[in-house]
């Protein structure tokens, strides 16, 4: 079982991928550092069966779908993306490499009928966005970063990356994705985050005084 993965995954990092590179300005307010600082709201869940491991995209849309783990990593078109890192607490990692899916081949595949999307963990955690911010060549559901397959710490095994948002937005532990037809708040949005989370316009916090110490913290160094 072992040597399986660790084939599929040698085969997922050596297959060759589309490549993107989304460079900007640093937005307003941002410090670089070297190294991400890592945030976790729930405890990182357990290794999952990655045989059974699924994707879904449900909701309003005409067709569920489900795609397997494997299948995301060896099959479905690829996509290595350059792009930088942006947290809302206001520090930026630079040229960060993830390699993924787009999250277009998959939200096409499930022809949605609504214009915003939850994104779920298997941890539980859910962020909202516009079905329009899935849609741009850049949003990518990654299973890789920086030449290895993604840590757990960065959201082993599949994470959403929005480099046109902050962070929070890219969910990591990746399980689902809901389309709905009316908007609705994720975890840090229902706790006074911005609704949409644009760095460039400094979109950190809606109006009101936002709940911030419900995050564990670690520096991976």
Excluded at 44 to 58: A, G, H
Excluded at 131 to 150: F, P, Q, V
Excluded at 160 to 181: F, H, N, Q, T
Aim: proline fraction near 8%; charge should be positive; glycine fraction near 6%.
């Amino acid at each position: 079982m072992i040597k399986a993965i660790d084939e599929i995954f040698k085969t997922a990092l050596s297959r060759p991928c589309d490549k993107l590179v989304y460079k900007r300005e640093l937005p307003p307010n941002q410090k670089i550092i070297p190294r991400f600082i890592i945030y976790d709201v729930y405890d990182p869940p357990k290794d999952p069966d990655l045989f059974n491991y699924r994707l879904r995209v449900t909701g309003v849309v005409e067709n569920n779908i489900e795609i397997p783990y494997v299948d995301l990593l060896t099959k479905a078109p690829c996509m290595d993306l350059v792009a930088d890192f942006h947290c809302v607490t206001g520090w930026s990692v630079l040229n960060v490499t993830w390699r993924g899916v787009p999250t277009r081949y998959v939200i096409d595949m499930a022809k949605p009928k609504g214009n915003y999307v939850m994104a779920v963990g298997i941890d539980g955690y859910t962020t909202n966005l516009p079905l329009s911010t899935l849609l741009e060549k850049t949003t990518i559901i990654a299973y890789a970063m920086n030449g290895k397959i993604l840590p757990r710490e960065h959201g082993f095994p599949l994470r959403l990356v929005v480099p046109s948002r902050y962070g929070w937005k890219s969910a990591k532990y990746l399980s689902e994705l809901i389309v709905m037809d009316s908007n609705e708040a994720g975890y840090w949005e229902l706790l006074g985050y911005h609704d949409n989370g644009d760095p460039w316009l400094e979109e950190r916090f809606s109006e009101g005084n936002p709940v911030t110490m419900r995050r564990r913290v670690r520096v991976v160094r």
